[in-house]
């Protein structure tokens, strides 16, 4: 049996904190996930000493079916940390077909004097207090969405070391379903993601974005074969691809220079791609939006009917191509996601969000259209398959802490967690062939980075301030620049953390235990913080002094308020809101009082002038800046720039308004004039940050702060039964 260290040690350079799950050298600040520190815990007590791969994985995933790929991932976060050769390695070396030693030495760590605490004390108003009391709510929420969804965020992404099909993951789970057996499916650069078999059980489709690419491609690879082929070559982004029943086609959602689109290709070499419908705005691609009835009369797909908000499922007849709606989810909610037929095809299952990240399962019958709810755990479900039979559901949820793969089955009970995909498991599907499954599995490295720029400067040299495998985004400026407050996964649920500018006093602000909270605002008197978080199933918003203590919730009701920003004064709070019907923007007394909207159209983001006079705001799906009077009037654009999807990627200063122009070779921040519309180069990126995040920056334009994810890798793992 192998045991691993408990308390604090030096490993070659850097100083292992056990009790909170970090590495730290020369003051840089490096947090892991508690699986990666326990298996550098478990090689440092065999320190020198080989400890093969079945006794790393028994001492830290006890009585959990995973496979090698799984512990190469977290050796392959350390390596990352510790810039480790694995070649020439001075931190883990790899025994070939054995496991892994630690040769970096391991000593004692000795606590310094008091006087010699690389920890700032911060100053007034942040003095220590006591910790934030926590919201108890009625149920859970989820995670504040990741960076490629409206609402921000997430999720988390992987890194794996590459290895080709059937080298790793041998271990076996014998149960019920017999004997299984894991293998990495896909090994290459970026992100792999939506597989999808094909009838016979013999290929994989699945989404690929290659590093340094913005466009995302679906590929086909036979199973226990390395060639891949291109399914269409149309020159635009590819999401959620689905089989024909009879395997001679496959469908998928495309954004191309013509716009959104519905398409058909032919599997066979050469096929051309056909648009057979245009939806009005498809919800969620990413997470698996499309299926194919087993008949193969009709595909079912999320979309939006008319200027409704709220996304329903809507069914095409391929024969006809008719289309009509086939839910109706509730007023005022997120709306119907996630759709897939069941094999015998009587059945839909779906996701219903009353929020982006708060999700349930439904079903409904295709005979008469009674819809069924199977999930009551207002959590968030990435993404769903039916089992084989039919007879259950299979589904990714972050209902256990991280993303994981369950199974319910349609008659009730209890969800079940599955022996595969334990950690960071995303978009399972199921094969035709006995035991056959398929899920994405991953993680990055997040940091938030400080800019220093200056007029003329052709690049910024970016600074890590904060470094997580953990999701550390939004980052929100005190008004002195002293402090920054972020969204942060450090915990286990996302919660508001605040840091001092260097990074070195972290700590947790709100506690609230699982309903996913995000979007933080500093005050301009810089005594508070607003945030938005979903106790209810619903997204509201709340403040919360920044010294600690009982958050306060401003909004409720049925609708969903997100993302606040105070007035320059302090005395109005603006967030977005669907509570007239459709996304606008809405105004209320920070003193309190009734809600009432500001714009005609949608609107995130607000921000007024330093002098009051004007309020600017993005949209969600659009790209460009508008402004409108404080007091009403006409909303005019003022710049084309950002993009869609980095709504979040500008500030109004006295000095004007900062914002990523990402239409140069390489993204830059630059500083508007609104009334001119002229604009100067701040900083020139070395590459384009994740969406939604966005950035902050203090009055006097010296200090922005932003996120950053990198070395960024999710891949696919198939599942097999053993012969």
């Not at 590929?219 to 226990?224: L, P, S, T």
């Not at 089989?243 to 689109?261: E, H, K, N, T, V």
Request: aromatic share 8%; proline share 8%.
């Amino acid at each position: 049996m192998v045991h691993e260290r408990k308390t604090a040690f030096l490993a070659g350079v850097w100083r292992v904190d056990p009790e909170t799950n970090t590495l730290l050298r020369d003051g840089e600040e490096r947090h892991v996930e508690p699986k990666v520190m326990k298996v550098l815990l478990t090689l440092a007590s065999q320190q020198n000493h080989v400890v093969s791969k079945e006794d790393l994985i028994t001492a830290v995933w006890p009585d959990t079916f995973v496979g090698d790929d799984v512990l190469t991932r977290c050796i392959s976060i350390l390596r990352k940390i510790t810039e480790d050769d694995p070649h020439a390695p001075h931190f883990i070396q790899t025994v070939p077909k054995v496991g892994y030693r630690l040769v970096a030495p391991v000593s004692e760590f000795a606590e310094p004097e008091p006087m010699e605490v690389l920890v700032e004390q911060p100053a007034a108003p942040l003095e220590a207090r006591p910790a934030a009391e926590s919201i108890v709510p009625p149920a859970g929420a989820a995670r504040w969405p990741r960076a490629r969804w409206i609402a921000g965020a997430a999720a988390a992404l992987s890194l794996v070391a590459a290895t080709g099909y059937g080298v790793h993951a041998r271990r076996e789970a014998t149960g019920p379903s017999g004997s299984l057996r894991t293998v990495q499916f896909t090994s290459y650069d970026g992100e792999q993601t939506q597989p999808a078999f094909s009838p016979d059980g013999a290929h994989i489709a699945f989404v690929w974005a290659k590093h340094g690419s913005e466009t995302r491609q679906i590929y086909v690879k036979r199973i226990g074969e390395e060639n891949l082929t291109r399914l269409a070559k149309d020159g635009g982004e590819q999401f959620s691809p689905v089989w024909s029943p009879d395997g001679r086609q496959i469908a998928y959602l495309g954004r191309s220079s013509d716009g959104l689109g519905l398409y058909i290709t032919g599997t066979a070499p050469g096929s051309g791609a056909s648009r057979i419908y245009i939806p009005q705005q498809p919800s969620h691609w990413e997470q698996g939006a499309l299926s194919w009835s087993p008949d193969g009369k009709s595909l079912i797909f999320p979309d939006h009917d008319g200027s409704q908000p709220h996304s329903s499922l809507f069914q095409l007849d391929l024969a006809t191509r008719n289309v009509r709606s086939i839910t109706s989810p509730p007023s005022g909610w997120e709306g119907d996601l996630n759709p897939a037929y069941s094999p015998d095809g009587t059945k839909i299952a779906f996701t219903r969000a009353s929020e982006t990240a708060v999700r349930d399962i439904y079903w409904i019958s295709v005979g008469n259209g009674a819809v069924h709810q199977l999930t009551s755990d207002r959590m968030n479900i990435d993404s769903l398959t039916w089992s084989a039979d039919g007879r259950s559901i299979l589904f990714s949820s972050n209902r256990g802490g991280k993303y994981a793969l369950w199974k319910m089955a349609l008659n009730g009970g209890k969800p079940e967690r599955l022996p595969v995909g334990s950690e960071d498991a995303f978009g399972p599907a199921v094969g035709p062939r006995p035991g056959q499954l398929a899920y994405a599995q991953g993680s990055a490295f997040w940091s938030i980075l400080r800019l220093r720029g200056a007029e003329g400067k052709s690049a910024a040299v970016p600074e890590r301030v904060l470094s997580s495998t953990q999701q550390d985004s939004a980052p929100s400026l005190s008004p002195d620049g002293r402090f920054f407050a972020i969204q942060s996964l450090r915990s286990g649920s996302q919660e508001i953390w605040i840091s001092s500018i260097e990074g070195k006093s972290l700590r947790q602000l709100t506690f609230l235990g699982g309903p996913l909270t995000g979007s933080p605002a500093w005050s301009n008197h810089g005594d508070s913080l607003l945030f938005d978080s979903r106790p209810d199933g619903h997204s509201h918003i709340f403040s919360v002094p920044v010294g600690g203590g009982q958050p306060k919730q401003l909004t409720s009701g049925n609708a969903n308020d997100i993302v606040p920003r105070w007035s320059h004064d302090d005395q109005k709070i603006y967030f977005r809101s669907n509570r007239g019907g459709r996304w606008q923007l809405w105004m209320i007394p920070a003193a309190g009082g009734e809600p009432q909207p500001v714009t005609t159209g949608d609107g995130i983001e607000p921000q007024e002038s330093p002098d009051g006079r004007w309020l600017y705001y993005t949209r969600g799906n659009e790209d460009g800046l508008w402004r409108t009077p404080v007091g009403g009037g006409n909303e005019v654009q003022v710049s084309k720039a950002p993009a869609a999807g980095f709504w979040g990627y500008w500030q109004v200063t006295p000095l004007g308004i900062f914002y990523l122009d990402q239409s140069h070779t390489s993204p830059e921040i630059r500083i508007l004039n609104p009334e001119t519309r002229e604009s100067s180069l701040y900083a020139t990126l070395q590459q384009t940050p994740p969406p939604y995040a966005g950035i902050s920056v203090v009055a006097q334009g010296h200090i922005v702060l932003m996120t950053d994810e990198h070395d960024a890798e999710r891949h696919i793992t198939l599942v097999e039964r053993q012969r």
